[in-house]
């Protein structure tokens, strides 16, 4: 194969590679492009990739070491790979609200390379959400602002034990949980920070794990917050991929948001993550 090809989505985010095969391996000069290309448009798609598990993490290592996941169940015999699943007699999907994975820890992993291994006949997609251009398209006087703030970002009220997973009964995702006793990092982080790849500025604060900003009272920070997850939740700044056995979306935790969908009551859907590690971040 000639080397990869990168087209934007034509959404808000995204772009598809196109004129890669993992099963073949990735010369330097791909993996750069690519590397690029994350920084540039947040989330990469990649179709028709039926690729071992071996195969799955030797292309995440391509790109950073693995950070591995304490609170999903891993894959059998492979405890890199963390295992999404869920089954036609469960009600609740993982991940089925915006959020960006980990960014309650101190290094927030850089991303995430989700490989579809069985989808459901319909449904099932993911949304993703440009953090680049939530912010770009703020007024100057909130970027000010906001260039002095930080988010406060937990663990706790969604891995903890007294999550509401582990406690309402019609919730049923905490049986394919782990670890919750471990779920006590907190963090803070610039609402607004330099992207580690692009250099870019991106709104680094999400629904899923943002609890505060730091110093303020809880109303003070929910007004803010409200309305910073409103304008980023806009359609201009999205994409909705659909998925299929072998598709990879390849994201960047940093520049965006994600959803997964959960309109598949009666199917299977699995997918297979590798969560990459990251770094601390600064405005
Ligand atoms: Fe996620």
Redesign the pocket.
Known sequence: MSGPSIEPSGGGVGAFVNGVDLNEGLSANAVSTMREALGEYGVLFLREQTITPEKHVAFAELFSKIDINRFFTPVADYPMIAEVRKEPDQKKN??GGW???HSYDLDPAMG?ILLARETPPKGGDTIFANMYSAYDTLSEGLKDSLSRLRGVHSSRHVFGVDAPRFKDKDNDVGSRLRNPEDATQDSIHPMVIRHPISGRKALYVNP?FTIGVDGWAEKESKALLDMLYEHAKQPEHAYRFQWAPGSIAFWDNRATW?Y?VNDYHGARRLMH?ITLGGEALAA
């Open positions: 993982i991940g959020h960006t994975d995430s899923g994600h997964a993550r």
